[in-house]
């Protein structure tokens, strides 16, 4: 594309315009249905992890010696043997309850975890509990309003 105008602002406008009137393109590709997302967890003992999330309520099952699926009705996450600290210390995961106050009675007494937790906290949009997991990811664990 060509412009050639001795005004600063028009140019710019004008390319704005040009960009504005290309996006209908964008419009007919073809996109990606998703289904679903799924995290891979890192852990620092992979027994360790797996029997923390069990206890959390998911239901894990083995799918190779390396790898675990975690469980809980439609949402799941992948229990893999591998860790980086980095990694695993800046990971964090939602995960969305309907009762705040039952999960945290739950997580309260979960023992034989290398893991801490702080109350649960208002918020504007809800309440939330966070729990760091035995490898350090950090759990929200949240009830919507």
């Given at each position: 594309?060509?412009?050639?105008q001795?005004?600063e ?5 004008t390319?704005?315009?040009?960009l ?21 967890v ?17 239901n894990v ?13 439609e949402?799941?996450?992948f ?25 945290f ?41």
């Open positions: 594309m060509t412009i050639v001795k005004n602002n028009l140019i710019e406008v390319f704005i315009n040009k504005l009137s290309l996006s209908h393109l964008n419009n007919k590709r073809k996109t990606m249905k998703i289904d679903d997302i799924r995290v891979f890192p852990c620092k003992n992979y027994q360790q992890s797996c029997a923390f999330y069990q206890a959390m309520g998911f099952e083995q799918a190779s010696a390396d790898l675990s699926i975690a469980t809980s009705g949402c799941s996450v229990i893999q043997r591998y860790y980086n600290q980095e990694f695993a210390e800046n990971l964090m995961l939602q995960v969305c309850v309907l009762n705040i106050n039952e999960a009675d739950i997580i309260s007494k979960l023992a034989n975890f290398d893991i801490r937790f702080e109350g649960i906290k208002q918020e504007p949009w809800g309440k939330v509990i966070y729990l760091w997991g035995p490898s350090g990811e950090l759990l929200h664990v949240t009830e919507f309003n």
